[in-house]
């Protein structure tokens, strides 16, 4: 059987789906695809841009981007969570404010 049925909520549990997904899929393309499906905000109250990240509730760990689901362990009828992350900088960047470096020290 190449696909999982799994559930996804929101941070605060009150948005779920059910979904059936393939094994292999990359963790990153099903972020992608379940922030719209979920209609998850982009952009923080403050203009930030936001990614998210999945918690697999079973073990307790955030997937990586770049895992499968089979990679990760997720198992059929398991709950992932998705967490939202603030880029940081990302707003500043646009509006086109100066960064600071900070030079490396000398040997």
């Given amino acids: 059987m190449n696909e999982l049925t799994i559930e996804v909520w929101d941070a605060t549990g009150n948005k779920k789906e059910t979904v059936e997904v393939p094994r ?13 499906r979920m209609n998850l905000p982009r952009h923080s109250p403050d203009g930030q841009l936001m990614s998210y990240k999945f918690h697999h509730k ?6 990586l981007d770049d895992e499968t689901l089979r990679g990760a362990g997720v198992q059929d009828g398991d709950v992932l969570r998705l967490q939202p992350e603030i880029t940081a900088g990302a707003a500043r960047e646009a509006r086109g404010s100066a960064r600071t470096s900070i030079p490396a020290a000398a040997p």
């Fill in 24 to 36: 292999d899929a990359e963790v990153r393309r099903l972020i992608a695809v379940l922030v719209d």
């Fill in 58 to 63: 079973a073990t307790g760990r955030q997937l």
